[in-house]
């Protein structure tokens, strides 16, 4: 049990890891560079989370209008069930993001076809990313899908064969909570109301900085986007990480 308990600690630290510094630091907002083979292997990680390309075209969209009627998941404009995860499936309907929001593991297979086909309008704000051959090649949605339903069908079948209907029922409770802390920062991140001089809703957090990998000091992000460690804080799990990669030259700081 305990060999689970680990794995699924495990599995949590590197989603978060690859999301919150590699999808949002790096690509999004280039605070640091990684060497590119050590980028593209956390970047099929961090898959699950969407397309590189979906992902930055959308985020950067959030900074541009945070908070408007052009942010695409502000929960000022749009509600809290929409920001956290309506608006991956174009719907208002609580019990829809509800029922959407508690797939846990499975949303790997649904998100798999769906998630290329989602926020292309953004897409235009990452054309940077999209000008790499391997993020444009993994953001087709075939070669997408393809690498979601195989990582899908992988962590399914390891968690069963070696820890049985236990193992499946803790991947699906580690997804669930992977998913829904990546989707509070968009929610609950924003869940003041709007300050006009900040220009935003955005909240600062110490509980969401926790459990979110350093993402919870989120108005603090939005005042000064180009800190690789967004929480301004020096003890985090993400910046910890940040500084062994610093210290084993896998990253460096982009002046
Ligand atoms: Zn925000
Ligand atoms: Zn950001």
Request: net charge positive.
């Amino acid at each position: 049990m305990w060999s689970l308990i680990i794995v699924a600690f495990m599995l949590y630290v590197i989603a978060g890891t690859c999301a919150s510094i590699v999808y949002h630091r790096i690509l999004s907002h280039r605070t640091l560079r990684l060497r590119p083979w050590f980028e593209y292997g956390l970047t099929i990680l961090a898959l699950p989370a969407g397309t590189p390309v979906q992902w930055v075209g959308t985020h950067r969209q959030h900074h541009l209008y945070t908070d408007t009627i052009h942010d695409p998941h502000s929960p000022y404009i749009h509600g809290f069930w929409y920001a956290h995860c309506g608006w991956y499936i174009y719907t208002h309907q609580k019990v829809q993001c509800m029922l959407y929001a508690c797939l846990g593991s499975l949303r790997i297979f649904f998100d798999a076809y769906w998630r290329p086909r989602h926020g292309l309008e953004y897409n235009t704000h990452a054309q940077d990313v999209a000008a790499i051959a391997f993020y444009e090649w993994v953001s087709r949605p075939f070669n997408y899908a393809v690498i979601m339903v195989t990582s899908g069908v992988m962590y399914h079948a390891i968690f069963y064969l070696i820890w049985g209907i236990t193992g499946l029922g803790v991947l699906w409770a580690c997804f669930f909570i992977i998913y829904n802390l990546g989707d509070a920062v968009n929610s609950l991140g924003h869940s003041k109301h709007f300050d006009a001089d900040a220009k935003s809703a955005a909240i600062n957090s110490s509980l969401l900085n926790f459990v979110v990998m350093g993402e919870g000091y989120h108005l603090k992000h939005h005042q000064n986007p180009g800190l690789f460690n967004s929480s301004a804080r020096r003890y985090s799990l993400s910046n910890g990480i940040i500084n062994l990669w610093l210290a084993l030259k896998l990253a460096r700081i982009n002046s």
